[in-house]
């Protein structure tokens, strides 16, 4: 059931990222907001490879997580070694990168709602 959830949410974040960039593609002067929301989505998935790979904390001392936000690997200490359980890599990896990507366009999507707010549902839009 915990796949079908993150699948579902990844489903929702990539609908949310392809609208935000339709959306850029109907303004009437979208370059800028290209250049904008395509670096915040560059440098997103950028750190979402660290923060799913490199990134490691422990919550407990015998407790060490590698991923944020889903674990890729977990150490745990038994009888003074390290053991390791690996996660599904090819799954977990992805989800980590698409999910910090999409936080990281967030002001570009939340820029575009309040544009449009303001200027009303009838904005100039590229022919």
Known sequence: ?????????L??????????????NQLPSPHPWRIFAGGL???????????????????????EITGLPLPTVVFH???GEWVDYIGMI????????LTVAS???LPATLGLVVRRLV???????RS
């Not at 059931?1 to 949410?9: L, Q, T």
Request: net charge negative.
């Open 103 to 105: 936080c990281f366009l």
């Open 1 to 9: 059931m915990a796949w079908f959830f993150c699948a579902m949410i």
């Open 11 to 24: 489903v929702l974040l990539v609908a949310i990222d392809v609208g935000t960039f339709w959306t850029i």
């Open 90 to 97: 090819p799954v977990v990896v992805p989800f980590n990168v």
């Open 41 to 63: 989505l560059i440098l997103g998935v950028g750190v979402g490879l660290w923060l799913g790979l490199f990134f490691r904390y422990k919550p407990r001392p015998d407790l």
């Open 119 to 125: 200027t009303g549902p009838s904005f100039e839009q």
């Open 77 to 79: 200490l038994e009888h």
